[in-house]
């Protein structure tokens, strides 16, 4: 009853904008002041049920709880104020700057063993492989990691769907329209790193499908995660 009670209150704290810090250190005090009143209503002579019953009733409903600490400004989180911001600006940032960091990474480590390439042979397979890693990280893992990692901040703020939706779509269609080419070859020209944007009638579905494809699996761990939240939450 206690533990049901106390996680309805942690949830409905989230769900209000209060920031998960401050909602564990708020159901912290309340625990605390439940179980001084309980410990109060014992030392009058109360059995330890009745004083359970009457000190549920002097802490107050949940509701009330609830509105007493959301009311205070400085206890909000950041993310439930600037939604759009935290959610699709900033992943949006993030993702590009890693990108362009690893990016100019390669070009610094091809500079770097330039002079040891100008004396090796590297097969076309070989060539074919590396372009093809740097594409999947670039083009796939890192805009899926950057949109799943704010997905998944989402979930634990409680925020609204609709802005790690909006963040996960940008990303999405950035990452499809974004091409890569790393080409490592050896000999007197080693190789070339590029990176572009463009888009064009005859790639346009190429590019829509790509967006989607990312688009859905960085959503899924979201709406698996409210899904159970929302069941969890009506079987309470």
Known sequence: MVDQRFNELREA????????????????????HFQQLIDEECGRGSSDH??????????????????????????RAWSRRRPGICFVLLPLITYLLISGAILMS?????????PYLHRVHIAPHVTYRIDLAARIVLLWLFPWFVAAAFAVLAYRRRVALRWPLIGIIVISV??????????LTGGPTPGQVGAG??????????HMTRAAILALSALAPLWLGMRRLRRNYNVN
């Open 106 to 114: 390669v070009v610094g480590l091809a500079h770097e063993f330039e």
């Open 13 to 32: 704290l989230l769900r209000a904008g209060v920031a998960p810090r401050s909602v564990r250190r708020a159901v912290l005090e309340i625990d605390s």
């Open 50 to 75: 009745d004083a359970r019953i009457e000190a549920y009733k002097r802490l107050g409903t949940n509701q009330m709880l609830v509105q007493r600490y959301a009311a205070r400004p400085e206890l």
């Open 197 to 206: 944007i463009g888009i064009s009638a005859q790639s346009l579905p190429e």
């Open 174 to 183: 950035l990452a499809s329209l974004t091409n890569v080419d790393v080409t």
